[in-house]
């Protein structure tokens, strides 16, 4: 063997995208991005239902109180507490980390439709990414007798 040195170049095609505040490197043909949950996104909608059970609870009158208790800006706690109004589906979605590319937590309080229907299309939502109703099952027809 020489004493020479040796170099190995190996070439992988990727990309970089910001996810969930994070950089995530993504290489061609794996979508490792989707299908993956936004831990960010993720706590501040269980943040927002939080905050908002201690509201209703009458652990906190106002939300000026609330984010004196927690120390936050009453503004920014305003801003989460709107994460409760999106639809089940959305907050099933962000949960299974299956929301759209494209749904980011600052994005989301920068404002948006209070009405369920409304908001499908503005976070460009395919059928087919929202997650699937489970039907009740149906209870057996009463037979004649």
Known sequence: MSEAAQTLTVVIPLKVKLWGGRKT???N??????GRQDITLIKAVARAF???GMLESGEFATINELAAAEKINPSYV???????LL???????ILDGKQPEGVTLPGLLEGMPVGWR???PVFN???QAWPKRRSAPSSPSPSPT
């Open 125 to 127: 939502v395919a059928a």
């Open 118 to 120: 409304e908001q499908k």
């Open 87 to 93: 639809a089940p589906k959305m907050v099933e979605a």
């Open 25 to 27: 490197m993504i290489t």
């Open 78 to 84: 305003s801003r989460v507490l709107r994460l409760t």
């Open 29 to 34: 043909g794996v979508m490792a991005v989707e």
């Open 50 to 52: 939080r905050w908002r």
